[in-house]
């Protein structure tokens, strides 16, 4: 639910701004993460002058500062279906060396494919079938994934400002019309015609007044290890399956949490990823909590590292490389907009003619980036409007980056034709997606439950 007095004590009026104003755009995107890259560069390629701000010292958030190493929940069955600047983000992986993901012959369930290829994470992991079948996923470097960002902003023509953390919003009335950041020289404001938020948390549309839910998920602080012998550690695991699994067991007791594998592959050779350990009664938006997590997982890994040396082959020799600069967050603050997805919709994969954006077999409609308390303001990435057992099931890297890319192809249309973002007509966010070469959903796929569009445009 909204928590209206903190964001009546965190708005600042434009009428009593005092502070510099250092930049004015079309556009103003805040959180440099995967969603926050694609709205700039999407509005920016759209032809809006865009202001993007990161708190960070480099871009990508949780594809790179989180170590989020997999991009998935991008096929429907064989059908890519997440396309656009996250299908420009692993060509551009891929020609560095830097990014890995199964042939399309592979993608099929057999034991042959599972061995090949599941300890890089690419499968279906929502699938029943045993062994799970090999999809459409990417494994992935982080420093390679903050490089590309800078690429694409670059070319793209963004003005970038790092290490500007956002804090207030400035409102005219009901009119989000610019940000203040705190910097190392002080406060500094930037305006703009349409700001989208992409912090992954709604810290805008919270503060600016907009209706939300607040829940929370697991916690994560990924780490990866060096020098593992991941040869022999695989053959070890299919070789003696009955003991690897004990094994395993017990380290991921250690850890405290993880998925089915804990540890997999990456494109540097010798180096594993650990999405471990999984921590729950953390809350993503408290910094008492968070400083409480990172302590919790930071001894949870120095307890099981050990262990893991001791007893698995293949890792007597590993040692710790590095610990995420940022605690994996899944959910916190929802947008409560103009529509608010559910997890019917997603299962039933419920199509809407106002889709901008699609997941694996799931839509997500324009008005579910639109605040209904707040104009001039879109969001995207996992903070969308949902409800909170949607989201746990609709929030990863690739459909974020999806939402991020409808919502600067729209911010940009609002300014170009001087509309409201609220006012912009989806089905010219559809073609020009297209033009990008991103799929929003405009045309149904196979499987879709389809809604009469007197219904969902109503």
């Not at 059908?79 to 099929?108: F, H, K, N, Q, T």
């Not at 010798?270 to 009664?281: A, E, I, Q």
Request: with cysteine.
């Amino acid at each position: 639910m909204q928590h209206p007095a903190q964001a009546s004590d965190l708005r600042i009026s434009v009428d009593d701004l005092d502070v510099p104003v250092v930049r004015r755009s079309g556009v103003v995107v805040v959180g440099g993460g995967p969603a926050g890259v694609s709205a700039a560069v999407a509005a920016a390629r759209t032809g809006a002058d865009v202001t993007l701000v990161e708190r960070y010292s480099a871009l990508g958030g949780l594809a790179s500062g989180g170590m989020v190493l997999v991009l998935d929940d991008m096929c429907n069955g064989s059908e890519i279906s997440v396309s656009g600047i996250v299908s420009e983000y692993v060509d551009r992986l891929e020609s560095m060396g830097l990014a890995v993901y199964p042939p399309e012959e592979d993608r099929v369930s057999s034991p042959e494919m599972w061995n090949r290829w599941s300890r890089w994470g690419t499968f279906d992991f929502h699938s029943h079938a045993d062994p799970k079948p090999v999809c459409y996923s990417v494994s992935f470097d982080p420093d390679g994934w903050k490089r590309v960002s800078n690429d694409l902003i670059r070319e793209a023509g963004v003005h970038l400002r790092l290490h500007s953390w956002f804090s207030r919003p400035v409102m005219d009335g009901n009119r989000l019309c610019g940000v203040v950041c705190e910097t190392k020289v002080g406060p500094q404001a930037i305006l703009g015609d349409v700001v989208i938020d992409t912090t992954g948390d709604i810290d805008v549309a919270s503060r600016a007044g907009a209706g939300y839910a607040h829940d929370s998920y697991l916690t994560t602080l990924v780490f990866r290890l060096g020098g593992v012998d991941t040869a022999a550690a695989e053959r070890f695991e299919q070789e003696n399956p009955r003991e690897a699994r004990a094994i395993n067991r017990k380290i991921k007791r250690l850890l405290g949490g993880a998925w089915g594998l804990w540890w997999l592959k990456t494109p540097i050779p010798g180096v594993v990823w650990c999405n471990t350990p999984h921590m729950t009664g953390y809350d993503g938006a408290d910094p008492e909590s968070l400083t409480q997590a990172e302590f919790e997982a930071r001894r949870r890994i120095a307890d099981a590292l050990p262990e893991i040396q001791r007893q698995l082959p293949g890792f007597e020799n590993s040692y710790l490389l590095d610990v995420a600069e940022q605690m994996g967050v899944r959910q916190t603050r929802l947008l409560a907009g103009e529509y608010v997805v559910t997890k019917d919709d997603i299962s039933s994969r419920r199509h809407f003619p106002d889709s901008v954006a699609r997941g694996r077999d799931y839509y997500t409609p324009y008005r579910a980036l639109l605040p209904r308390e707040v104009d001039q303001l879109l969001v995207a990435g996992r903070h969308y409007s949902a409800t909170p057992d949607a989201q746990r099931v609709s929030r990863e890297i690739p459909p974020c980056m999806a939402m991020g890319q409808a919502a600067g192809v729209a911010a940009a249309l609002a300014v170009d034709s001087g509309q409201t973002a609220r006012k912009v007509d989806p089905v010219a966010v559809q073609r020009l997606l297209r033009e990008q070469g991103a799929d929003p959903g405009d045309i149904p796929s196979a499987n879709a439950t389809l809604d009469e569009p007197s219904e969902a445009l109503a």
